[in-house]
T-cell receptor, first 113, second 115 residues
Framework: GENVEQHPSTLSVQEGDSAVIKCTYS??????FPWYKQELGKRPQLIID?????GEKKDQRIAVTLNKTAKHFSLHITETQPEDSAVYFC????????????FGTGTRLTVIP | DAGVIQSPRHEVTEMGQEVTLRCKPI?????LFWYRQTMMRGLELLIY????????DSGMPEDRFSAKMPNASFSTLKIQPSEPRDSAVYFC?????????????FGPGTRLTVT
């Protein structure tokens, strides 16, 4: 089955700096990669996603890159703000649905004002 | 729209007792998902339904876990008998037809503690 690994488990950055979170996956059939943000005590929220036919996607300060050959994908947050502090989860699935949906273990991002 | 509604928000029960978690998806959504989140195992998809039909329950950990969706507006996740290792936050989520995970809305979660 699929195995998604996520690094680092914790990340602290100064406000205004960039943050990068990396994930690898094992099943080459996975073709949809969402990222979730979960603030303390709250529910996960999808913040950006990418399909395997795309190498990069951006949405304002957030971008995701995908290297299908190497089977890894990364979340990039630029100009970090204190409200970006949260746990971020990557995931991989087949076809954009819940088939073979597996999550990374999460990265706790702290943005220091 | 009230969003996905889960009840109870918190549940404390003793080992061996039956636990039933409830979920009301967003009206008009036809996919419903149950997740479990723990510190040790992170976020796991337990089961999901399309049009009230269970599609994939491979994430259900054991036979002690069962889920039903008797109609489009209600689903239950039952644990019988419960064990301390079932302690977790259980999230329900729903999404509109054809959107899969992209427009998935999570409920607030039920924090279950089994003593």
């Amino acid at each position: 089955g699929e195995n998604v690994e996520q690094h680092p488990s914790t990340l602290s950055v100064q406000e205004g700096d960039s943050a990068v979170i990396k994930c690898t996956y094992s099943d080459s059939a996975s073709n949809y990669f969402p990222w979730y943000k979960q603030e303390l005590g709250k529910r996960p929220q999808l913040i950006i996603d990418i399909r395997s036919n795309v190498g990069e996607k951006k949405d304002q300060r957030i971008a995701v890159t995908l290297n299908k050959t190497a089977k890894h994908f990364s979340l990039h947050i630029t100009e970090t703000q204190p409200e970006d502090s949260a746990v971020y989860f990557c995931a991989a699935s087949l076809g954009g649905g819940a088939n073979n949906l597996f999550f990374g273990t999460g990265t706790r991002l702290t943005v220091i004002p | 729209d009230a969003g996905v509604i889960q009840s109870p928000r918190h549940e404390v029960t003793e080992m061996g007792q039956e636990v039933t978690l409830r979920c009301k998806p967003i009206s008009g959504h036809n996919s419903l998902f149950w997740y479990r989140q723990t510190m040790m195992r992170g976020l796991e998809l337990l089961i999901y339904f399309n049009n009230n039909v269970p599609i994939d329950d491979s994430g259900m950990p054991e036979d002690r876990f069962s889920a039903k969706m008797p109609n489009a507006s209600f689903s239950t996740l039952k644990i019988q008998p419960s064990e301390p290792r079932d302690s977790a936050v259980y999230f329900c989520a729903s999404s509109p037809a054809g959107t899969g995970l992209r427009e998935q809305y999570f409920g607030p979660g039920t924090r279950l503690t089994v003593t």
